[in-house]
């Protein structure tokens, strides 16, 4: 199976809460960084807890998935109730059919506004498809 196929998989099976079949798309000793909150989750066990103990209210949309050779770049949004948005860009490495490690950047979609200095070049609003 392809990396892209494994993440979307993983994917997936988060988002129809399907904990066995995310385990199965982790390595055993994977580790996960968060760089937001300086958090590292280490071990198939302690990823899954993490999705599933996750306050409920909450969907998935995969947006893209990228080969990017030695490693795989997802982005999702992650919708939860009286939250708010969330984006997410995954950068994760998949060897053997598993994910073995990854880095996560979440952020409040629209959490931040840019620099005033920045207005006269830019504008605000969604990509066009």
Request: aromatic share 12%; hydrophobic share 40%; proline share 4%.
């Amino acid at each position: 199976m392809e990396s892209t196929e494994i993440v979307r998989r993983y994917w997936s099976s988060v988002w129809s809460r399907d904990w066995a079949a995310v385990g199965r798309t982790l390595a055993q000793d994977v580790m996960v960084f968060w760089p937001v909150t300086r958090e590292v989750i280490r071990g198939r066990d302690d990823m899954v807890a993490v999705n599933s103990e996750r306050p409920n209210g909450w969907s998935i949309d995969v947006l893209e998935v990228y080969d990017a050779g030695e490693v795989v770049v997802s982005e999702v949004q992650v919708p939860q109730e009286d939250v708010g948005i969330f984006r997410v860009v995954s950068i994760w490495t998949v060897s053997d059919g598993v994910i073995t490690s990854g880095r996560e950047y979440w952020t409040l979609y629209g959490g931040e506004e840019g620099p005033d200095w920045r207005r006269k070049y830019t504008s605000i609003g969604d990509l066009p498809s």
